[in-house]
């Protein structure tokens, strides 16, 4: 990681080739970690699509894992800077033209977005995106909306830890030539069993980020239950028109970085 740069998860995608690219990196520390240094500049998915019609492209970045709502909202950093870098060319493998969106806040939460090409600022917003319609650009090919959503995540976190500590336990009967081990037939049900449901023994998956009910982390061992999260996150979304980032060419790729 070079200095500066706190956080940083991305995907390659030929957005204009693919209908949608997505990573996910969800909750990398505990609920006391994950604020440190600073929660609004984890990342946890990047999204990219086109609109039906081929002539702009969506890009999600969602930070800040857990987001707190009401009185004890969480808010965006004013000391990040939030990225989407993009790179175009003509086919894979040929040089690429580099256009990012780079966007700051306020300790108001008013954004400032720039398309950003070749040192120079090509299309640029402020202003209040808390709008799910979005604030537009004065050139209209460039909108923005910024503001807390709920996380789009489900993985059964309990069955896959018990299924884990279940591979750790395990002695195999041999392993082959590659140092794979084999796996008899009630060891793999077990396995699959563990995966399938959470360690009340209710199905899954579930909802990783859901708000928990009161008593819900009460019946399963210490370690094996739900994070007590809140299921939100706070996402970044932009809307572009695709000449903006599409001047080396029709593939485009996408990933994104949060850095201070």
């Known amino acids: 990681m070079r200095p500066g740069w706190i956080r940083t998860v991305g995907v390659l995608a030929a957005v204009l080739l693919s209908p949608l690219a997505i990573a996910a990196d969800h909750a990398d520390g505990t609920p006391t970690t994950l604020n440190n240094p600073d929660a609004s500049a984890d990342i946890t998915d990047l999204f990219a699509w ?148 959470d360690c009340t023994g209710a199905a899954s998956p579930f909802d990783f980020f859901a708000k928990p009910t009161p008593g819900s982390n009460t019946a399963c061992p210490t370690g094996t239950t739900n994070q007590p999260l809140t299921g939100n996150i706070l996402g970044i979304v932009v809307q572009l028109d695709k000449t903006l980032v599409t001047q080396g060419g029709p593939v485009v790729s996408v990933w994104a970085s949060t850095n201070q």
């Open 50 to 197: 086109m609109t039906s019609d081929g002539t702009k492209l969506n890009l999600v970045m969602d930070v800040f894992p857990g987001a707190m709502g009401g009185a004890t909202a969480s808010n965006f950093s004013n000391a990040v800077k939030y990225v989407f870098h993009t790179s175009s060319g003509p086919a894979f493998g040929m040089p690429m033209s580099q256009a990012n969106v780079i966007c700051t806040f306020s300790t108001s939460q008013a954004i400032s977005c720039w398309v950003v090409r070749n040192g120079s600022t090509i299309d640029y917003v402020t202003g209040d995106a808390s709008n799910p319609s979005g604030l537009m650009s004065a050139s209209g090919k460039f909108k923005v909306f910024a503001g807390p959503r709920d996380d789009p995540f489900f993985f059964n976190l309990a069955g896959f830890r018990n299924a884990t500590r279940a591979v750790a336990r395990y002695t195999p009967p041999s392993v082959d030539s590659s140092g794979c081990p084999s796996v008899d037939a009630p060891t793999s049900t077990a396995l699959v069993t563990a995966l399938q449901k």
